[in-house]
């Protein structure tokens, strides 16, 4: 017994020894742990804190552009028809890596200095009006916690980015997204901010903003990171809708590059909001209108945010362009048009087209197009000249009669037929001036007298027959010849494009013949459809004497000077000739003195309507018969006539070629308003009769409006 408890006693001696021990080792590893911690801390405050300070605070310069005011548009005479005009704007500049909540906040502090314009829930009219999806993404912006807190764990890890956003845009209710209007104008901005690109500057607001929204975001920037004031610009047109409809449009800053360009325009350096040529000869001269672009330095913190900007080029306005047409010439004719379908149009007929050029070198004068809509009201449709086509009648027989010189159809030496009513196998053709008996025409008096049978006996003999007889069958390989046709009209330019500055040109519908008969119709023009651009194009290469040439409305692209007004020029266009016809220069005189004939002769169907000119024209009246195929639903298909005129002058050294169509008369009609109309183009032109005294008018005119 007394050895257990010395034992016992040794235990405890032992176990009381070694506790203290322990813990004293523990207090020292302890102590050791906070004195190298301490150490630690000192270190990276003393030794490395403004090492640490200098990263936190360090910024990253990248190079970002802006937008400059496109180059303008002019007449000829140098007076302005597209301008720009200068705005006010605030600006976003997006920064790399900024949040959507980011820019939520950024959106509702800017909402209490400015004021967003034509704000509509739920309407997409403009840049500005809101969706319901606008209002809710807005909302999840500021309320991500919250929206999430309506979704599952297992929809959040089942779902990928995209399909978890349209969740989470499906959880916001309607009572969510009752906001006040100040709340709405930030879901605007916000809108607005949220179609940024990184390092692209956008306007948050470019119209109607006030001196007093420029003063109060220019003070409180530092609180509104990417936020700017600066300018912007807007297209304005000086003289309304003139040839609104070629001039073409822009597309919104908030559309930016169309989709089925982006990859063109991106490489060529635009950004994706970036403003181009949407239509026409804003599209057509997109290079030369959009100018180089200002840079800028832009100064990044670590989150993302711009922290500065500096401008370092303030970038360059676009070239101008100066048109081939005069205003004043434009007026007139645009007036003249708009005149005769006010007061002359009958039946189906709502629309007319006037187009006029230069047939030495394809300058447009002036061109327009009238056209009554439904509901009474007469609006431009100067497109219609390069997009709608039209069967045109008797005006294509000049080109018919060089085709059959160019097939060896008739000769110089042999060129004169006999125009007689044709019975052929299910088939009559007669010439209006001709329904019986027998007489003898050559190439001028087929003009003259605009001799269907002429035409009709041509394109047989281009089928290899030569001989008629009454009730005959038609032995000819028509397709062949209404091809052969096809080629030749083409080198007038009928039936291809012409080559026009602006896109969208029509080519004319080419229809596929059925039987022989259309061979011989065709050759007067009652088969294929051709645009008025085409005709105009193929009356000015017979009157220069056999050259086709490109119509242009530009003439001249200038520079901008110091002043902000027309500078040097750039480039002066040339004329463009795509071809020259196959055809001897005695054949297309000969042409030319039918056409003659037709305006001056005894016999001519338009010298009664240019009786007592003081210049001396030449031309070609045209009868379609036609089908109706615009915009009356109820009346598709039924039977129509087109009247149509080409024609130029003087004569004997063409200075204008014309060309007038009036489609959709009734088929009894006794409307020559393609004559008339015609006519005073011509006479404007040459300020003769009627227009005798229109320089001393425009000269007043001019004088007026630079006083004022």
Known sequence: MPFLKTNKKNHNKKKKSHIPFRLNFLFFTVF????MLILRLGYLQIVKGEEFETEVQRTETTLATGTVPRGEIYDNQQRKLVGNEALQAITYTRGTGVSSEDMATIAVNLATYIEMPNITEFEQDSDFDLSKRDLKDFWISMNEDKVNDRISDKQKDSLNGSELYQLQVDKVTDEDIQFSEEEQEAAAIFKRMNGAYALSTINIKGEDVSNDEIAKVSENLLDLPGIDTGTDWVRTYPEKDMLKSILGNVTSESKGLPKNKAATYLAQGYARNDRVGESYLELEYEQVLSGSKSQSETETNQNGDVVNTIQSYTGEKGDNLVLTIDMDFQTIVQDLAKESLVNESEGLNDRIYVVAADPNNGEILAMTGQKRETNGEIKDDTLGIITNTYQMGSVVKPA?????YMDG????ADNTLIDEPLTLAGQKISSVFNRSGSVAVNDITALERSSNVYMAKLAMRMGGEYDYYQNMALNIDYKNVINKLRNYYAQFGLGVKTGIDLPGEGSGFIGT????GLALTFAFGQYDTYTPIQMLQYVSTVANGGKRIAPRLIDEIRETNAEGNLGAIQTQLESDVLNILDVGE????????GMYEVVNGANGSATSYFGGIEYTAAGKTGTAEAYYDG???????????NRTF???????????AVFVIIPYLPNSNSNHENSIVARKVLDAYFQVGDYADLSNDIAEENEATTEE
């Open 409 to 412: 159809a008739i000769t110089l």
């Open 513 to 516: 013949a059925e039987n022989p």
């Open 586 to 593: 005695e054949e297309i005189s000969r042409v030319q003195q």
């Open 646 to 656: 080409i024609g130029y002058a003087p004569y004997d050294d063409p200075e204008i």
């Open 631 to 641: 915009d009356i639903k109820s009346k598709k298909g039924e039977s129509v006539t």
């Open 32 to 35: 050791l742990l906070f004195a």
């Open 400 to 404: 018919t009669v060089l085709a059959g």
